[in-house]
């Protein structure tokens, strides 16, 4: 079946602590995408990537990091997690830039 | 101003009416629209894609871009309360991709 993986789906941590989201695909797709979705200010982009070993930032890159060691995954990396990131997070693929998303189940966060 | 805004919505619309959801954009060269519906508590799914000016249909739903106005719309014809969901209009470019905050539509049955 074709489908975008997230891991773990629901977490919940401490300021500070180091964590990281997993994603997964596995449509053999070019580009891959993370969002974080907020009551009343919707879906915004945090990082894509076009390629491996290509990555861009999105609108709210801030206190985010992100790798594409391969064409399938697209981990997330919250260094030193704030209350402010408490979010929901959702990765997406897509077989080129500019096409159509297809979204993982999402990935709800809590950082206390 | 916003990239891409929505109708604020919420939209209520009883079952087996037309809904109506407007989307403008900022970017004149965006070159490609889509439509998800996402239901509460679940991720975004493609519902509408279109790449040229006019009207795209497919089944009960009808996409509408017009570049020259920067507008894009969703119809649903035929509404039932299984479309009751939100809807968000994506505009991509060059690999950013911009959402609306979405309209919330209910259909009543």
């Known amino acids: 079946e074709a489908q975008v993986t997230q891991n773990p789906r629901y977490l919940i941590t401490v300021t500070g602590k180091k964590l990281t989201v997993t994603c997964s695909q596995n449509?053999?797709?070019?580009?891959m995408s993370w969002y974080r979705q907020d009551p009343g200010l919707g879906l915004r982009q945090i990082y894509y990537?076009?390629?491996?070993?290509?990555?861009d930032k999105g609108d709210v890159p801030e206190g985010y990091k992100v790798s594409r060691k391969e064409k399938r995954n697209f981990p997330l990396i919250l260094e030193s997690p704030s209350p402010n990131q408490t979010s929901l997070y959702f990765c997406?693929?897509?077989?080129?830039?500019?096409?159509?998303?297809?979204f993982g189940p999402g990935t709800r966060l809590t950082v206390t | 101003q916003k990239e891409v805004e929505q109708n604020s919505g919420p939209l209520s619309v009883p079952e087996g009416a037309i809904a109506s959801l407007n989307c403008t954009y900022s970017?004149?060269?965006?070159?490609?629209f889509f439509w998800y519906r996402q239901y509460s508590g679940k991720s975004p799914e493609l519902i509408m894609f279109?790449?040229?000016?006019g009207d795209k249909e497919d089944g009960r739903f009808t996409a509408q871009l017009n570049k020259a106005s920067q507008y894009v719309s969703l119809l649903i014809r035929d509404s039932q309360p299984s479309d009751s969901a939100t809807y968000l209009c994506?505009?991509?470019?060059?690999?950013?991709?911009?959402f609306g905050d979405g309209t919330t539509l209910t259909v009543k049955p």
């Open positions: 997406a693929s897509s077989p080129g830039r500019d096409y159509e998303q297809y």
């Open positions: 449509m053999n797709h070019e580009y």
């Open positions: 990537s076009m390629n491996v070993e290509v990555t």
């Open positions: 970017d004149r060269g965006s070159q490609s």
């Open positions: 279109i790449y040229s000016n």
């Open positions: 994506a505009v991509p470019n060059a690999g950013k991709s911009t």
